[in-house]
């Protein structure tokens, strides 16, 4: 596939700290893009290089084929939504809209259709004579979209431009942001920290990690295949186990020793031979619990242990399941037939079960991680 | 819990304090006798004799043009100084802020003793032209703080904004910064009007042969004892401006209104 935005080699350093470290980058176009991660991992510092505020030290940018590194922010064909909105305070909200459409010395007819059909695109046509200051937060960040896209930018970026808002508009700004996408069919580059956010609403989403990109993919292969620790547990919570292959069943299962633990049946997500180690991750709406030992088939897993903790979260409870060495959190939905048993109690005996197509192993085994990649907190 | 009256009585003393001399003053300017111990009844008479007499008249002008001009050339540079300090890190910032502050309280015989010699060292005429400059090293320090204080909460992301809408560095100034600031710097050059046209000692100190100020030519006239009701009525009149311009100082440097 084409690359539209590339990021090559790309590398910013703010004194001794590197914001963004060698990053190779390609994004498609008409794609929603989302660089997601924690606080200081660079995805800022990528999207401002990528709009002009910010030059790497090394590396370039590349729109559909043109090097924009050296350019100013004002000649690339790119706009930004800011987290902030960034707003014009003095001006009216149609004049916002038409701030860039001025610049750009548009004919006035032209300016004023444009500007109409955004307020149309962002239903704020009642509100078009109001200052910035008059609006909500949601109407804000509607005019900071309208005006941005006024302007038909070949990529518009999005700087955590829900960040700001209660969870409920945020939802709704989000599938509202999903149709104006699909409406004007441009790239959206969307940076944001909330992995919710950036599941729904990308084609693909690049994890980022300390100025380094862990996974690019689709959101169901960062969920479902994990390729670092990081990643599996940043997207949502996992468990991991960490084990060591000692029987090769075939091509597709193998057997795995977990330390104090037993002995499991995985899948192969990846090719292992016999004596190597490898982490696992158990994502805990895969477990089941049971009172009763479950029957398996061979390539299920049943383990027996004892719940330490359960917390009841209204659509679902989790439990933490004590087994032999390890801690495992389980998630169960409330449906009526597995609710026939009584639900388990804080120290019953129970048994998960899964089946080895439910783990996933890790892509990278790293020493260091050994027994150090934690649970999901109880909290 | 009712609040307690002490703030309330306290405010009023000081107000008393303050106004009382003043308002003295103004009732006097409209007293038909030439003698405060005495009351001649209401009267602008003196107001009538002020503008008969074309000295004060041309040392009102004189401190018009000096205080308009010094006004101006502060707002541009307090604005650059202002920017300077709230934009560049370094760590002599600290350093820096103090020296641009400290002309506010500098005795004001020091600043106009330092001038004179500056301007006689470089074998300057004194005029109305000195006495612009040295009243522009106090005023600048005014317009740079009450700038600054608006810098201190602007939201430097419109500037960005407007760059990535397609303004260049210098149209962004124009259409984004500068409006913004308007209100600060234009609080600030008010504020400078009104210390310029009632300074007296580094006016004194820098200014030529005939070019009186209406607070020198003040001073030279109230030695004679007969000029002192025109100096009331004078004197009313520059309160009247003063307060006019201060309260439009004050409403321009009140944030504006957000609701929530």
């Not at chain 2, 409209?30 to 004799?49: L, P, V």
Request: aromatic share 10%; charged share 20%; glycine share 6%.
């Amino acid at each position: 596939m084409a690359s539209y935005l590339r990021f090559e080699n790309v590398t910013r350093r703010f004194g001794s700290f590197t914001a963004v470290n060698n990053v190779t980058l390609d994004i498609e176009h008409g794609e929603t893009f989302s660089l997601l991660g924690p606080s200081g991992c660079g995805k800022t510092t990528l999207l401002r290089m990528a709009a002009g505020f910010d030059k790497p030290d090394e590396g370039r940018v590349l729109l559909d084929g043109k090097d924009i590194t050296p350019l100013p922010p004002e000649q690339r064909p790119v706009n930004t939504v800011f987290q902030s909105y960034a707003l014009f305070p003095h001006l009216s909200i149609r004049d916002n809209i038409a701030f860039g459409p001025k610049i750009a010395k548009w004919a006035p007819e032209k300016i004023s259709r444009g500007v109409d059909e955004m307020l149309e695109l962002v239903d704020l046509k009642a509100h078009a004579d109001k200052k910035p200051s008059q609006l909500s937060g949601g109407q804000k960040q509607r005019v900071a979209l309208a005006r941005a896209l006024v302007n038909k930018p070949k990529v518009l970026l999005l700087d955590e431009p829900l960040a700001a808002l209660d969870l409920k508009l945020r939802q709704r700004l989000l599938v509202e942001l999903d149709a104006i996408h699909d409406e004007v069919g441009i790239t959206f580059i969307y940076v944001t920290h909330d992995q919710g956010e950036a599941m729904s609403i990308s084609d693909r989403i690049a994890v980022m990690n300390k100025g380094v990109i862990e996974q690019v993919g689709p959101p169901v292969q960062i969920y479902e295949a994990p390729r670092t620790s990081f990643v599996a547990a940043f997207i949502g919570d996992t468990n991991f186990l960490d084990g060591k292959i000692i029987d090769c069943i075939d091509s597709r299962f193998s057997r795995c020793e977990v330390k104090g633990f037993g002995s499991i049946v995985i899948d192969n997500d990846k090719p292992v031979s016999k004596g190597d180690r490898v982490h696992l991750s158990l994502r805990p709406e895969k477990l089941i619990v049971s009172r009763e030992q479950p029957t398996t088939k061979e390539t299920d897993n049943a383990i027996a242990g004892k719940v330490e903790d359960v917390i009841y979260y209204g659509s679902h409870t989790r439990y933490w399941v004590r087994c032999g060495d390890w801690k495992l959190c389980a998630e169960m939905q409330h449906r009526q037939y597995q609710l026939d048993e009584t639900p388990p109690k804080w120290g019953d005996q129970v048994w998960l079960k899964w089946h080895a197509n439910d783990g996933f192993l890790l892509e990278q085994y790293r020493e260091e991680d050994e027994g150090m990649l934690t649970l999901p907190d109880a909290v | 819990m009712r609040p307690s009256k002490v703030p309330l009585i306290t405010l009023i003393l000081v107000l008393v304090f303050f106004y009382l001399p003043i308002g003295f003053l103004v009732m006097n300017s409209f007293n038909k006798s030439r003698y405060a111990s005495n009351w001649g009844g209401f009267s602008t008479y003196w107001y009538e004799r002020l503008w008969e007499r074309t000295d004060i008249l041309a040392a009102l002008g004189n401190s018009v043009k000096i205080a308009t001009m010094a006004s101006l050339l502060s707002m541009v540079l307090g604005t650059a100084a202002a920017f300077a300090l709230e934009r560049y890190k370094s760590k002599l910032q600290d350093a820096h802020r103090l020296l641009v502050t400290v002309p506010l309280v500098l005795p004001d015989i020091l600043m106009g003793m330092s001038l004179l010699l500056l301007f006689v060292s470089f074998g300057a005429q004194l005029s109305l032209y000195t006495i612009t400059i040295a009243h522009v090293t106090f005023c600048l320090s005014y317009v740079a703080l009450v700038v600054q204080a608006r810098l201190q909460d602007f939201d430097f992301n419109v500037v960005e904004a407007a760059r990535d809408l397609g303004a260049t560095k210098t149209q962004a100034f124009i259409k984004v910064t500068l409006p913004l600031l308007a209100p600060g710097i234009f609080a600030g050059g008010l504020l400078a009007f009104t210390l310029s046209i009632d300074d007296y000692v580094i006016t004194y100190f820098v200014k030529g042969p005939g070019s009186d100020t209406l607070p020198t030519l003040v001073y030279s006239m109230i030695k004679k004892s007969k000029d002192l009701p025109v100096i009331n009525a004078l004197s009313s009149l520059m309160l009247l401006v003063t307060f006019a311009v201060v309260a439009v100082s004050q409403r321009l440097t009140r944030p504006p209104a957000t609701p929530s």
